[in-house]
């Protein structure tokens, strides 16, 4: 998705600017802009393509200045080329503007301003608001200079735009001020001393501070270099509080390893390691104390939903059975595009779990909305302290995975089943009608599982060998029964997500009712098998399809001796509750190297985004 960055300091804008569009890049897109603004004297840069190509553009060098906003585009409405491209100007060059989000009403607005002799040059949406933006301006009578008439016309502009936006906007005739506004799109401001950065995302500006202050829905942030002036929707001035974030700026760099997503795969064991520590106290025991879920609204909940999307969305899937389990709830697991628009049974005694790495995502944040208006009490598991789902959640509970650069999610989608069985153990706890071995059992497979984890990564080796055979062939097929289902459902989004090879996950169970029809001679299929109660179904559905002629990868932790399979990788054993952590390890290492023998790029797969802060 679209990627906004933003400078005002002593220091020349452009080269900030470019480094954190280029931190930005993992966010996906197509089009890259700056503008910067010296001696009353706006500029503007942009074009299609990669953020390097900035650079080689013969304008590049005049970009002067330490004023500036950036963006990366990720095209909605037009094609990517430079006249789509961010930033926009108002016609009478005065303001300069990037824009993340859609503007649903922009037709509408464009035939006014159009009535009122403005001229359109792009096909964007976006390019409506630098043009409102000067058409509330030339209301004011008395323009001289004081950055509240500035204020008051962008102000003006966002009560007519309905949809979504992140917006920074520059003018030349307040060359000493950043204006930014935000409704459901997020947007970051970074305190530096004597200077001030703006940002989509934490990790765009991370390398230059760690103190940040989160806008809310509906308001404006005017930015001067000393300092940063909040107002509400009414222009009433608000003071916020500045929040220290922990990440480690290096936790953005490759560290040695060719691709994002392969170090972020290799991090596993202390994101997971780490993710676990948050949660226990000194005494080792689960502390989730600030949840305040007493046994008594516990005991009278009708229901949990857990909503989210993508692979977040597997990651409730996989503690489903779990929490049904442990704590005898029934527990829905819901993708949150569907749930939004489907007048969902919700009331007061329903608990809602929001899982998002981002806390950004468009349809999961429009779901908690929905959630909170029909009275749920809702919980948000996100690995962005700060972010949008995390401010609207009656209680947060955060991963620790550290940032997440890479599209493909794997770090994140480990730390998030890790913490999830976490919470499903400290609600049967306090429930206290829990099988206490189990829970035993549970705790100390969590326990256990950094180390296990680093075990699954031996299996690199095998993996490559068997992404070298298959990498050419046009579909894959994963099967699993019970917990294992849901492992193949992710396993299945990671390979089509990086290698553009489609892929089907099926319950084993399921596949003779249909699917079986498409095994032929040689088709590959990935077995995984992890709950030894399902182990000789699954072996027999595996059979099935080896006896139609696919080659076979088995993912187990049974000994299992049947020579028909074409490799097999054995992972630790764990209770199956927590097998998904380990059995996505080697899965997720396929998709990667059949990736890289595509010769595809794996971080920013085609048609991806990071966050998706649209629907
Ligand atoms: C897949 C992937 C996506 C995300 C989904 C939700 O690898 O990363 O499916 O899981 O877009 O994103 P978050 O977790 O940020 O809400």
Known sequence: MCGIVGYIGNKTACPILIAGLTNLEYRGYDSAGISTIEKNVLSVLKDKGRVNNLKNLSEFNSLKGSVGIAHTRWATHGKPSSVNSHPHLDNSKTFSVVHNGIIENYNELKNFLTNKGFTFYSETDTEVIPNLISY???????????????????????????????????????????????????????????????????????????????LEENEFAVISRNNVEFFDSSLNKISKDLKEISWDSNATDKNGFEDYMLKEIYEQPDSIRNTINSRLNENGEYDFSDLKLSKQYLKNINKIYILACGTAMHAGLAVKNT?????????????????????????????????????????????????????????????????????????????????????????????????????????????????????????????SLPNKVQECLNSDDFIKDFASRIYTEKDVFFLGRGIDYTTALE?????????????????????????????????????????????????????????????????????LSNSNFDTIINIPEVHSFVSPILAIIPLQLLAYRISKNKNLDVDKPRNLAKSVTVE
């Open 136 to 214: 509330y301006y030339q209301e004011f009578p008395n323009k001289n200079k004081d950055v509240s008439v500035f204020l008051s016309a962008v102000q003006k502009a966002c009560k007519e735009l309905i949809g979504s936006y992140a917006i920074e906007v520059i003018s030349k005739d307040f060359p000493d001020y950043i204006i930014v506004a935000k409704k459901n799109s997020p947007l970051v401001i970074g305190k530096g001393v004597k200077e001030n950065y703006i940002a989509s995302d934490i990790p765009a500006i991370l390398e230059y501070t760690k103190n940040f202050y989160f």
């Open 323 to 447: 929490i049904e389990k442990l704590c005898n709830i029934i527990t829905q697991v819901e993708v949150a595009s569907e749930f939004r628009y489907r007048n969902p049974l919700v009331d007061s005694n329903t608990l809602c779990i929001f899982v998002s790495q981002s806390g950004e995502t468009a349809d999961t944040l429009a779901a908690l909305n929905l959630s909170k208006e029909a009275g749920a009490k809702t919980i948000a598991i996100t690995n962005v302290v700060g972010s949008s789902i995390t401010r609207l959640a009656d209680y947060s509970v955060f991963t620790h995975a550290g940032p997440e650069i890479a599209v493909a999610s794997t770090k994140a989608y480990t730390c998030q089943v890790t913490l999830l069985n976490m919470l499903a153990i400290h609600l049967a706890e306090t429930l206290g009608n829990c099988d206490r071995e189990l829970i035993n059992t549970l705790k100390l497979n969590v326990l």
């Open 491 to 559: 396993a299945s989004l990671k390979l089509k997500e990086i290698s553009y090879i489609h892929s089907e996950a099926y319950p084993a169970g399921e596949l003779k009712h249909g699917p079986i029809a498409l095994i032929e001679n040689g088709t590959t299929v990935v077995s995984i098998i992890t709950d030894k109660t399902l182990t000789p179904k699954s072996i027999s559905n595996t059979q099935e399809v080896i006896t139609r002629g696919a080659k076979t990868l088995i993912i187990t932790n049974e000994h």
